[in-house]
């Protein structure tokens, strides 16, 4: 059972475009919605996070928006580059009860030069 | 990678035979979690600890055990090896509590033939 719905599977955007991932959950424990970022050969790094109680969250290029009447929330990347090419997953934790992550499936980005 | 060590980088092994994966820390987290990741189904839960000699079960547990004897250190053990368990694993830490950021290790690539 997949908790957190994740689309699309692969994105190849242009250089200088806005890449968009979005995520959908069920469990509304969830409360915290972090996204990670992975390149080839590497181990997932934490790129930007939010709580439910924020609408959006920007850092640099990356935003998050989050809408928690309708349990979705989607990262933008804004000026993609090059090398924002990599897989990005989102993920969410009920940190009340067992503090562990359950990721998307994943989104392998392409930015094209 | 936050202080992470995955061994072995790479392992290939036969069916029925046991494997143990180890995961080092340095930065005294209290939590350490073990993850596959496979294509589609991007990483999934197979064990945790929440401190020294406390464990518990991830999502996709059967096949593997898991021991923490010390703060630094958690291993994974795939009793008798299947081919279902070719993957790559990745081990992760985290304070834990209100601490929620998980870093990742660099990965260990496990292929049984």
């Known amino acids: 059972q997949q908790q957190v719905k994740q689309s699309p599977q692969s994105l190849i955007v242009q250089k200088g475009g806005i890449s968009i991932i979005n995520c959908a959950y069920e469990?509304?424990?969830?409360?915290?919605f972090p996204w990670y970022q992975q390149f080839p050969g590497k181990g997932p790094a934490l790129l930007i996070a939010?709580?439910?109680?924020?609408s959006e969250k920007k850092e640099g290029r990356f935003t998050i928006s989050f809408n928690k009447s309708a349990k979705q929330f989607s990262l933008h990347i804004m000026d993609s580059q090059p090398g924002d090419s990599a897989t990005y997953f989102c993920?969410?934790?009920?940190?009340?009860?067992?503090?562990?992550?359950?990721f998307g499936t994943g989104t392998l980005l392409a930015v094209q030069p | 990678d936050a202080g992470i060590t995955q061994s072995p980088r790479h392992k290939v092994t036969e069916t029925g035979t046991p494997v143990t994966l180890r995961c080092h820390q340095t930065?005294?987290?209290?939590?350490m979690y073990w993850y596959r990741q496979d294509p589609g189904h991007g990483l999934r839960l197979i064990h945790y600890?929440?401190?020294?000699?406390?464990?518990d079960k991830g999502e996709v547990s059967d096949g593997y055990s898991v021991s923490r004897s010390k703060t630094e250190d958690f291993l994974l053990t795939l009793e008798s090896a299947t081919s279902s368990q070719t993957s790559v694993y990745f081990c992760?830490?985290?304070?834990?509590?209100?601490?929620?950021?998980?870093?990742f290790g660099p990965g260990t690539r496990l292929t049984v033939t």
């Open positions: 469990n509304t424990a969830f409360d915290y």
């Open positions: 992760a830490i985290s304070e834990g509590g209100s601490h929620y950021e998980q870093y």
């Open positions: 600890s929440y401190g020294v000699k406390d464990t």
């Open positions: 993920a969410a934790i009920d940190g009340g009860a067992t503090n562990k992550l359950i």
């Open positions: 930065e005294n987290h209290r939590y």
């Open positions: 939010i709580r439910p109680d924020v």
